[in-house]
């Protein structure tokens, strides 16, 4: 979305002006053909707009086929250290892979891989976790290091004339991460892919990413995301699209609530689970904000910047307001049609 180049992963583009891509990854062994297919299906279905999986060895690549052949979404060959199973996999469908040109070994290999990248129009992400951040740059503070060895591993792909690049840098900490991909940006046109690694178990994730993501983001920086989470890949998917609706990154509704507060009148947690369960599966093509407010003192202003707000009042159990306009009153059994119905309006 912020980049200067864009890349095509058959079909899907990362980068330009094209929206955040959101990326996840199979956790099942790549020669369980079938139980990959699910997986993927039901990321496709969560929101996920390209998969990796991993090629491991050469007996994973006939596997790998099968499943590039019959996915429903674009394929990231994730490859390390040997350069020909990099080549198979791009030869057998891959639509982008992932490899560290660094442990590749010397550039004859290099330039292989390159070749047939080229000749097959698969773009090739190279990058480097805060794990393996090259020696060479230890000197330097941190998040530099992390940008260095990332841009060593560019300069690699680029020295055989191979621009098709997506940039990684991830590291745990948030901070360096957004000061490594700051850096990047600001040196190389490539789309970057950004998140946390090693992010944790779903609670930790959850912020470390928002964080770690959210902060690239609304800098403009970043064009395809993959929040990590250890265990069930659904859950990645869920959250990466959930922050890009909530950050305004993607259309979706976003249902905000008020605190609470000794002014409030009806339940405000209880209702905006309910809103939320009722637009869940609500398809609509713009940005669309509904709020949960309390009471009429501070409501109906504190809502003036949502599309939709529903403030409780004594009398009946809301009261709807339009962009902070006064609607109508309605009874509870009444606010979910004429919600939806509103919505609809909205999307017209
Ligand atoms: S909207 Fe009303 S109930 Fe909610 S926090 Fe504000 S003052 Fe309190």
Known sequence: MFSKNEVNVKGVK???????????????????????????N???????????????????????????????LPIVADIHFDYKIAIEAIKVGASKVRINPGNIGSNEK??????????????????????SIAKEFSNLPRSQALAESAL???????????YDIVISAKSVDARENFLANKYISE???????????????????????????????????GDTIRVSISGDPLKEVYLAKQLLILLGFKNGIRVIACPTCARTE???????????????????????????????????GEAKHSDIAIVGT?????????????????????????????????CL
């Open 42 to 72: 039901n990321l496709a279905k969560a929101g996920a707009e390209i998969v990796r999986v991993s090629v491991r060895d050469m007996d994973d690549i006939l596997p790998f086929s099968e499943i590039v052949k019959n996915s429903s």
């Open 266 to 300: 009806i339940d405000v947690e209880r209702l905006a689970y309910e809103v939320k369960e009722w637009v869940k599966d609500k398809k609509v093509n713009r940005n669309i904000t509904i709020s949960v407010m309390g009471c009429v003192v501070n409501g109906p």
């Open 152 to 162: 060593r591993e560019v300069q690699l792909l680029e020295k055989n004339e191979f």
């Open 110 to 131: 290099i330039k292989q891989i390159v070749k047939v990248a080229k000749e097959y129009k698969v773009p090739i992400r190279v990058g480097t976790n805060s794990g």
């Open 187 to 221: 040196k190389v046109p490539y789309p970057l892919h950004i998140g946390i690694t090693e992010a944790g178990v779903y609670e930790d994730a959850s912020i470390l990413s928002s964080a770690g993501i959210g902060t690239l983001l609304i800098n403009k920086i």
């Open 314 to 346: 004594r009398n009946s159990s809301g009261a709807i307001f339009l962009s902070g306009k006064f609607y109508g009153s309605y009874k509870k059994d009444k606010i979910k049609d004429k919600l939806l119905e509103l919505i609809d309006n909205l």
């Open 14 to 40: 990362i980068g330009g002006s094209n929206p955040i891509v959101i990326q996840s990854m199979t956790n099942i062994d790549t020669k369980n053909v079938t139980a990959n297919l699910s997986q993927i």
